[in-house]
């Protein structure tokens, strides 16, 4: 057969009607026509790509108005999920699966004479985000839509996006991510809804209240992405703001024949769009930064207020006058506290332009917003240096030390006489530079906070915001993180979405907790066999893969073990490296002993400003030239770094991967998503107890996974008594030699001393005691050996996980914050299908 013939039969991507297909045809010849008539003759693959896109969108254009239409007509409580970060990858695919044409399109391009995979990847990614955090928003938004939530995405239409990696002579090196540069079919501009954001000026104190002004204005234009639910006619939007200078920008002030240099300055308030911050887990105290978190708030809360005021339900007038139901109308979510801004920004439309009380204005903004914290990192909770928020939001700043002064009231009336309690718990931190600390600001501010895993969650509660939660315990919760089966499942592997529906039928996509049914197959020699086979079938395609980009060979027989995350020394890429050299040193050592072949493949980009992180994937690819290019090595073992990993990869490697590697210190990963992608995907997990580590161990039983390293306890008993890396390299010969060849320059001959800074931090100031784990760890990769030689046994396991992994839908997380948080009962909404079957 071949891989289109194959494709054809696979259920779960929808029915290619005859009827469907020849009007897929005819539209596809249209918008290929209207593209070929405005620029060229001759058609190039880009345009096969965009009449595919654009034939796919008109199946989404009567759904979208249809579903806003629906919402303006029924008011429902609307759900407004704000985040700096959206980490879409394409779109597509992903839209022909939720419309149930993936089979119709693929049978009508084939009719064509193209091949819809090679169109699918002409397609860029929209890299508007880092990592778990932007691409958790992306994966709600999927299940907000799909569970028939009236919800909202707001972020920034980020020009460049994250960064693209090359990897030059082992370095890694980044080039601008020029995403939009052939246009983006599925976004549609709105500039007639643009709003005016207000930056820098002074606060002016009258009888009638207080009053910004002198400000320099930025317009804020809408961009529009449907976002479609899975079979259910729902299409939600997701709205990401684009900065435009007024046409009077620089051009009111006297500036005498400065008229030309008042133009060319435009793209100083254009700037505000212009690039994604490149940092995971890290706060860069930069004014652009801060425009940028107030700018999609200040846009987002103006649009929020104007649907509220214009919203036809349950009022007479044209137009609502009254805010008393703005929280039972309006629910908002920060996702971690780049908006945090939107505490201060609603409390200065409440009281200085809609002329509230300020007790009231509080009631109301705290029981509208809520705060999902991301990490207990010190590094990465933003504390702003009060000179900043005063020279650019001088009337925030004044609002937030109101909102100060009440909240230290009411800690010293709590807990009188407790001053280093009241120091602790401020807003604001006193020091060579004053900071606001905004994790304080938004636990005050919300009427929920919550942790993203269990772990992490009473985390927080027994040690980073201990004294708020002493306060306020009603305040904290649980959410743990999931992933949409739609795109980590169904769209990324539907070789094992069909011989799991061929089990348990179809519903599952939407309700993954059937996937519990699998228990009944985990003995049954059929299902073993199709779940190794489709394993075996996804590794050789990605071999194929690696093998036209990046011209690497490797054994498609060996264990794929991958680590792909950002590079970061929590998430420790560094003791991963040290297990590999420990097997190439064994190998070396006795090397007619029978090996399990391993291909380790560690992926993933380091922000452009962490040196470490850059050493790190130096390292990396210096290891692989040693080990990949030794003869006595063969293909028994190869390390492979994964250049310019993201969402369009991920889904070429997660299906295709045996052991998925999740070994961050314990305490440190807030809860991870990538590891419940491999969970899904039948891959077994080697990792520490760490955030949805621990739950992953609960549902699919602790023996069915690698568990090894310090709990929690352990780790913080090392703190206080004091970790001492070198007594584990005095005891640790295996260890000793690995760390001795980096010290003298084996990995990296032409320079020796290389990676002494390396060996420097992991000796004597490694905060992730890489070294305290190590001789766990390799005994749990001894394990994984044993049992990756027992395919049957393996596949068992394997089965046991995807069994296991029903909790990890971000289906159940949303509707857990939808009932939990928000108030609102998901699937209550149903959206007609659109009249006519070609809309």
């Known amino acids: ?12 991507r929808g029915l290619a009607g005859a009827e469907n297909v020849s009007d897929l045809k005819k539209n596809f ?43 303006y007509e029924h008011d429902p409580k609307r759900i407004y999920y704000i985040s700096l970060e959206f980490y879409m990858g ?67 239409r980020y020009e460049f996006g994250i960064f693209n990696q090359k990897v030059s002579n082992g370095w890694q ?62 299409v939600n939007s997701m709205r990401l703001w684009s900065a435009k200078a007024p046409n009077d920008f620089n051009l009111k002030d006297f500036n005498v024949g400065g008229y030309i240099q008042a133009v060319l300055d435009r793209n100083l308030a254009e700037n505000i769009s212009r690039v994604l911050y490149p940092n995971d887990n890290f706060f860069e105290g930069k004014e652009l930064r801060l425009k940028q978190e107030y700018f999609v708030v200040a846009a987002t809360l103006q649009d929020i207020i104007r649907r509220f005021k214009a919203s036809k339900f349950g009022c007479r007038d044209a137009v609502r006058t009254s805010f008393d139901l703005f929280p ?30 300020w007790d009231k204005a509080w009631d109301l903004t705290v029981r509208t917003c809520a705060y999902t914290n991301h990490t207990v990192l010190p590094e990465a909770l933003e504390r702003w240096p009060v000179h900043l928020i005063q020279n650019l939001l001088p009337r925030h700043l004044e609002i937030i030390y109101e909102i100060n002064q009440r909240h230290l009231n009411r800690v010293s009336s709590m807990f009188p006489g407790d001053m280093d309690r009241m120091s602790r718990m401020s807003l604001v931190e006193e020091g060579s530079v004053k900071r606001i600390n905004m994790a304080h600001l938004c636990i005050v501010g919300s009427h929920a906070v919550n942790g993203v895993a269990q772990i992490h969650s009473d985390i927080i509660k027994d040690t980073v915001f201990h004294d708020f939660y002493e306060m306020d315990p009603h305040k904290f919760q649980n959410k743990t993180n999931g992933i949409t089966p739609r795109r980590w ?16 039928g179809e519903d599952y996509i939407t309700n993954l907790d059937n996937l519990k049914k699998l228990l009944n197959f985990v003995n049954d020699e059929g ?25 690497v060979k490797i054994n498609p027989n060996s264990m794929f073990d991958v680590h792909v995350k950002r590079i970061h020394e929590y998430k420790r890429q560094l003791l991963n490296c040290l297990h590999v050299i420990t097997v190439y040193n064994r190998i070396k050592k006795d090397p007619s002993k029978q090996y399990v072949p391993r291909t380790v493949m560690i992926g993933g980009k380091a922000a452009p400003g ?94 069915n996974l690698f568990i090894f390293g310090m709990r929690v306890p352990d780790v913080e008993r090392l703190d206080r008594e004091g970790y001492n890396a070198r007594a584990y390299y005095e005891r640790i010969p295996e260890l000793r030699q690995a760390i001795d060849q980096l010290n003298s320059g084996f990995f990296s001959p032409k320079q020796p001393d290389l990676f002494k800074d390396v060996v420097n931090m992991l000796m004597n100031h490694d905060r992730f005691k890489v070294f305290a784990d190590y001789e766990d760890y390799i005994m749990s990769q001894e394990k994984a050996n044993a049992l990756y030689k027992n395919t049957k046994e393996w596949t068992r396991k394997v089965i046991h996980n995807i069994a296991g992994s029903g909790k990890f839908s971000s289906d159940r997380t949303i509707t857990q914050y939808a009932r939990e948080i928000w108030g609102v009962e998901p699937g209550t909404m149903k959206i007609p299908p659109p009249d006519g079957h070609n809309e």
């Open 610 to 703: 962490y040196h470490m992180a850059k050493i790190i994937i130096k390292l990396i690819t210096s290891v692989g030239d040693i080990i990949n290019n030794d003869p006595m090595i063969g293909d028994r073992l190869k390390l492979i770094f994964l250049e310019n990993y993201r969402v369009s990869l991920a889904e070429k490697v997660v299906p295709a991967a045996d052991l998925s590697e999740q070994i961050s210190t314990a305490g440190t990963e807030a809860s991870g998503t990538g590891n419940m992608k491999f969970m899904l995907n039948g891959a077994l997990t080697i990792g520490t107890m760490d955030g949805a580590n621990v739950e992953m161990a609960e549902e699919a039983g602790e023996e």
């Open 489 to 504: 499942l169904v769209l990324c592997n539907p070789g094992l979405a069909e011989i799991i529906a061929e089990r348990i």
């Open 173 to 234: 090196m980044e080039e601008a991510d020029d995403w939009l540069r052939y246009g983006n079919p599925w976004e549609k501009a709105r500039p007639e809804c643009m709003i005016p954001v207000h930056f820098y000026g002074r606060v002016q104190h009258t009888p009638h209240g207080a009053e910004w002004v002198d400000t320099q204005i930025v317009l804020a234009l809408p961009y529009d992405t449907p976002v479609p639910g899975y079979k259910n006619n729902t």
């Open 328 to 357: 039972d109308k309006v629910a908002i979510q920060l996702n971690d506290t780049h908006p945090s801004l939107a505490i201060p920004e609603l409390m200065r439309v409440f009281v200085d332009i809609e002329k509230l009380e």
């Open 1 to 12: 057969l071949t891989d289109q013939e194959k494709r054809k039969q696979i259920s779960v």
């Open 90 to 156: 394409r779109t597509l695919q992903n839209t022909m699966v939720n419309l149930g044409l993936e089979n119709a399109c693929d049978e009508a391009t084939y009719q064509l004479g193209l091949d819809m995979e090679d169109l699918e990847e002409i397609e860029e990614d929209a890299g508007l985000g880092n990592g778990g955090l932007g691409r958790l928003a992306a994966c709600f938004l999927d299940s907000m839509a799909t569970v028939g939530l009236a919800a909202y995405g707001y972020g920034i």
């Open 527 to 551: 299902f073993i066999r199709d779940v190794a086979k489709v394993k075996q079938e996804n590794k050789l395609k990605f071999a194929r893969y690696l093998e036209s980009q990046y011209k």
């Open 29 to 71: 010849n249209r918008h290929l026509h209207f593209t070929l008539v405005k620029d060229r003759n001759v058609a190039l693959p880009r345009d096969y790509y965009f009449a595919l896109a654009h034939t796919v969108r008109d199946h989404l254009v009567g759904r979208w108005i249809r579903t806003q239409q629906h919402y």
